[in-house]
């Protein structure tokens, strides 16, 4: 028996949505750890080390993020013998993936620090540690925010795929509704638009700080 | 025995040699102004007296000691021989202070009070007392170089290198630094300078070092050197720098 | 940990993992080409085009990047039936891929474009070449090797995502996977299996694509 959508079924849309913002946020801080973790592996002077850390970004750039759920969700459950939670072995497989991006992104922003800072810091006897604590990852850290700001649209858009293994957000809320209403013309495009709401914000500000960051970047690139 | 020798240095970089068996020993005190035209091996020679580039044979000795490439070497080694550098290299993020504190606490365990009091003194030194919380984009060309005059002094180096340090600035800003690189001489410190300024290498220098193709051409004193140049090289040299220096051209002339 | 690992179960369906990821490549190469196309046509439309149509690229893609693709698809295969439009399975998936692509190459290709030395435009102007002629013969070629790099990933990128489209059944790698997973109850090891095979054809593709760089742009012409 078919409900017609209203109000309920649309309240039902909205209370989905924190569930994909909370698995962005802790997927979010899961990958900055790991990210910067990575970046920094990408960077040392030890080659095996760097290798590792490109291999991992190959890994997780180079699969779909619907196989790395699929591997990760059985791959705990092998490991446990159990039958995962949906929530820890999600969040795992998106801490993980945004790990990856996000460490190639910092690694980029690292990189983008001219050579003349590392000089200026190992001349005044400072080790590469403390080279990189107090004077590049300063510095990187603010011409990373534009692409981390954009990185964090595509997790939220990715979240959606967790869907697919029941998790239950914005996607699989419409899916739930859709089933219940039989009205995807209806259902689908309120969820696209509800995410539009949360995405489009996040892309413009990237888009804003992204420019004011060439500026900056500019007048600091003319020595 | 030298503060620094030099010994047979020879430097490649793919095909080219920037440097060919270059010998040099610098007293303490002593001030000594590297010249001679781009390409000639001049920042090369600079750069390996701090370990920033690393020549493929022939040694480097500093108080005696051999340097080592190992990285607690160079980190003591950095403690004892400071760089200036043409574009600065001023830390943008962080304020004039903790520029200049920014060595003594993190690499050598000062206290941050000894550090701040350490930093009033050399910005002294430079004219620039008042411009502690101010941040590096904020500043002059002239300024900024000034402050990384003070940044290298505040590490207590008993050896200060200068990358052509006015190279970069203003005509009207040379000036200043060019006052403080004076005063630094008077007061003792030993110094090994690359330089265009022929006036403050006339005036200050107590030898100056010509250098061409990668090779020390002619070194002497500065009377000697401009006024009598042994070699068609540097004769050629300062009169390509005469027409572009009037300081020198009222020196030498 | 009792779980004994069974790869010879995949082994023996190899066959039918080899089958689907030729569909897989086959449904990504048509969307790919369809999708540049859309993407030329867009770029051309957004930067020389009149006012209206600038702002309806405009609006086509800011809608692609800010919404999940996999409920891009559902709206393909799902909503528009409603309307009239029953597309199958793979249809409605090439469909979104070439949507989904298309806004995203758009952009790619009109940094290309606005990378050309407006110089050139002025030249060709001067000896009284039409618009489209000039976007032909001066803008497109160089524009597309100036941002080959970006499209290739943004290609891959697409092939990756493909595997998303197993959720409305379409036949491709992910869906034949699902199910040889489900009869054999070895769902670690055919996912961890279809995971080493996609990671093949991305870098399979990337191989490719550099090869069709190659030939296209670099054999001795003077573009």
Not at chain 1, 75 to 81: C, D, E, N, Q
Not at chain 3, 7 to 33: C, K, R, Y
Not at chain 3, 59 to 83: C, H, M
């Amino acid at each position: 028996m078919a409900r017609s959508f209203g109000t309920a079924e649309f309240r039902f849309l909205l209370e989905a949505i924190p569930s994909t913002l909370l698995l962005s946020l802790g997927a979010l801080a899961g990958g900055a750890i790991v990210g910067l973790f990575v970046a920094i592996l990408r960077i040392v002077p030890s080659r095996p080390l760097r290798w590792l850390a490109t291999g991992y970004i190959g890994l997780f750039q180079g699969t779909p993020v619907l196989m790395q759920l699929f591997v990760t969700y059985y791959g705990l459950a092998v490991l446990f013998r159990i039958q995962v939670d949906a929530w820890p072995a999600v969040l795992l497989a998106f801490s993980l993936y945004s790990g990856a991006f996000l460490g190639e992104i910092w690694r980029g922003s690292i990189e983008a620090i001219p050579r003349a800072q590392w000089e200026a810091a190992e001349c005044l006897s400072l080790s590469f540690p403390k080279q990189l604590w107090y004077v590049i990852l300063p510095q990187a850290a603010r011409i990373s925010i534009p692409p981390t700001v954009g990185f964090a649209v595509q997790l939220i858009k990715n979240t959606s795929i967790a869907a697919i293994i029941g998790f239950v957000e914005l996607t699989r809320a419409g899916q739930l509704m859709t089933n219940a209403t039989f009205e995807p013309m209806i259902v689908y495009p309120i969820v696209a638009a509800l995410y539009f709401i949360l995405c489009w914000p996040l892309s413009l500000l990237a888009q804003t700080l992204e420019s004011h960051i060439d500026v900056a970047l500019g007048i600091k690139q003319h020595f | 025995m030298s503060l620094l020798a030099l010994n047979n240095i020879s430097k490649r970089f793919g095909v080219h040699q920037a440097l060919t068996e270059v010998s040099l020993a610098v007293e303490p005190g002593e001030v000594v102004a590297i010249i001679g035209r781009s390409g000639s091996g001049k920042s090369t020679l600079l750069r390996c007296i701090n370990g920033l580039e690393w020549p493929e044979s022939g040694t480097i000795e500093f108080d005696g000691k051999p340097f080592e490439p190992s990285p607690r070497r160079l980190k003591a080694l950095r403690r004892e021989i400071g760089i200036v550098f043409q574009s600065y290299n001023l830390f943008p993020h962080l304020c004039v202070e903790r520029n200049i504190t920014l060595g003594p606490t993190a690499a050598k365990g000062m206290t941050l009070a000894a550090a701040r009091e350490l930093t009033r003194k050399v910005l002294r030194m430079v004219d620039l007392e008042d411009k502690t919380a101010a941040y590096p984009q904020q500043l002059s060309g002239g300024q900024q170089q000034r402050v990384a005059i003070a940044r290298a002094l505040a590490m207590e180096p008993r050896l200060v290198l200068f990358d052509e340090i006015t190279a970069a600035l203003d005509p009207e800003l040379i000036g200043e630094v060019v006052r403080v690189l004076d005063k630094l001489a008077r007061d003792g410190m030993t110094m090994v300078l690359v330089t265009h300024e022929m006036g403050f290498a006339r005036r200050s220098a107590d030898t100056i070092v010509f250098m061409h193709q990668g090779r020390i051409w002619e070194k002497g004193p500065p009377a000697k050197l401009f006024g009598a140049p042994a070699t068609a090289e540097l004769d050629s040299f300062i009169d390509a720098i005469l027409f572009v220096d009037p300081s020198a051209r009222r020196r030498v002339g | 940990m009792n779980y004994v690992f069974e790869f010879n179960v995949v082994w023996d369906h190899l066959p039918e993992l080899f089958e689907g990821a030729l569909l897989t490549i086959q449904l990504s190469a048509t969307a790919m080409a369809l999708g540049l196309l859309v993407a030329i046509v867009c770029a051309y439309g957004k930067s020389a085009g009149p006012r209206p149509v600038r702002w309806l690229v405009a609006d086509y893609v800011e809608l692609i990047r800010n919404t999940p693709f996999l409920v891009q698809i559902f709206i393909f295969y799902f909503s528009l039936p409603v309307i009239g439009l029953r597309l199958t399975a793979n249809t409605a998936a090439l469909a979104a891929m070439t949507v989904n692509l298309g806004a995203y190459a758009s952009e790619i290709v009109r940094a290309g474009i606005e990378a050309i030395p407006h110089g050139q435009v002025e030249a060709a102007r001067a000896l009284g070449l039409k618009r489209l002629q000039i976007f032909r013969f001066i803008i497109i070629f160089p524009a597309l090797k100036t941002v080959y790099p970006a499209l290739a990933s943004q290609f891959i990128l697409l092939m990756l995502s493909s595997s998303v489209v197993s959720t409305i059944s379409a036949v491709e790698l992910t869906a034949i996977t699902n199910s040889l997973a489900s009869t054999t109850f070895r769902s670690f090891e055919f996912y961890f299996v279809a995971t080493g095979l996609y990671l093949a054809m991305a870098l399979g593709f990337r191989a490719g694509l550099s090869a069709i760089y190659w030939a296209v742009f670099q054999r001795g012409r003077a573009a």
